[in-house]
């Protein structure tokens, strides 16, 4: 990997929208309604917005830890082109 492509790889990754979960617009709609981390009583609108945003969140969990471990197994890969400075002691 040269500079070149170091840089596209950073400028794509900073540039990705970040993921919304319905988990965390659920939180931030009901907390400060309420106070409650998750609702009292549930109607059953409620209800099933949690359930949908439980799956979601389990699943991308899911993905995450996935993604995890398939990162822990690539080779490392050498940045010839990067200088390292180290810091003066």
């Known amino acids: 990997m040269n500079n070149t492509s170091l840089h596209q790889l950073i400028t794509t990754l900073e540039n990705l929208e970040p993921l919304k979960l319905e988990a965390v617009s659920l939180l931030h709609t009901l907390r400060p309604q309420t106070g409650e981390w ?3 009583t549930l109607t059953p609108e409620t209800k099933e917005q949690v359930i949908a945003a439980t ?3 389990v699943a991308y969990t899911r993905r995450s830890a996935n993604m995890v471990r ?3 197994h690539l080779p490392p ?3 010839r082109d990067v200088p390292v400075v180290e810091p003066a002691p």
Do not use: D, K, Q, R
Request: hydrophobic share 60%; glycine share 0%; aromatic share 0%.
């Open 38 to 40: 998750l609702p009292t």
């Open 70 to 72: 398939l990162l822990s």
């Open 77 to 79: 890969i050498p940045l």
């Open 55 to 57: 799956v979601e969140l």
